[in-house]
């Protein structure tokens, strides 16, 4: 999905240019069959186009607001991940410390433990936005002109363009 605040007309139409010939070859055969060949019996009545269409539009309607309702569940879900590691990663630096233990560890040893927890934390976030960004069956992603609009484009997504195991390497050790 791509979502930005605006879309300019050049890559609306530059992304769409084939569907726009392709549906105007369509509506333009029936039209001109009927014009110049004079096939009238082509011409089609308008309550059963109006039927039709008061059901695709409630169709849609239905359609919109379940993808609306799956959008803003994800980003409440996406917005706990947030507000938890933000409040875990306060914690890690705030909660260890030498207070209640028996063993006394230098400010060195600490910052490298709280490091390593959010470092692996982090690698979580990394993995998991990778995993959600991955191309699934059902987007029709792998369609030459959604390449052609990702090449195209000012729009680039890193998680296309950068693989996971090389942002893994910064956060996590060889054994990890």
């Known amino acids: 999905m791509y979502t930005a605040r605006k879309f300019s007309l050049y890559h609306t139409l530059r992304w769409t ?10 509506s333009a055969l029936p039209t001109l069959l009927y014009y110049f060949l004079e096939w009238h019996w082509l011409a089609l009545p308008s309550l059963p186009v109006s039927l039709i269409g008061t ?3 409630f169709n849609i309607g239905f359609k919109n607001n379940n993808s609306y309702s799956r959008l803003w569940e994800a980003r409440k879900i996406w917005g706990g991940i947030v507000n938890t590691s933000r409040s875990w990663g306060i914690m890690c630096m705030d909660y260890i410390s030498t207070q209640f233990t028996d063993r006394e560890f230098t400010e060195e040893q600490l910052y ?26 059902w987007e029709h992603t792998h369609l030459k002109d959604h390449e052609n ?3 195209y484009n000012q729009y680039k997504i ?11 390497t910064n956060l996590l050790s060889e054994s990890e």
């Open 112 to 137: 490298s433990f709280k490091q390593k927890l959010i470092h692996r934390h982090i690698a979580w976030l990394t993995a998991l936005r990778h995993q959600l960004r991955s191309s699934k069956p």
């Open 17 to 26: 240019r084939k569907n726009i010939v392709w549906f105007a070859i369509i």
């Open 158 to 168: 890193k998680e296309f363009e950068v693989e996971k195991n090389q942002e893994l």
């Open 55 to 57: 059901a695709v539009a």
């Open 149 to 151: 609009y990702r090449k």
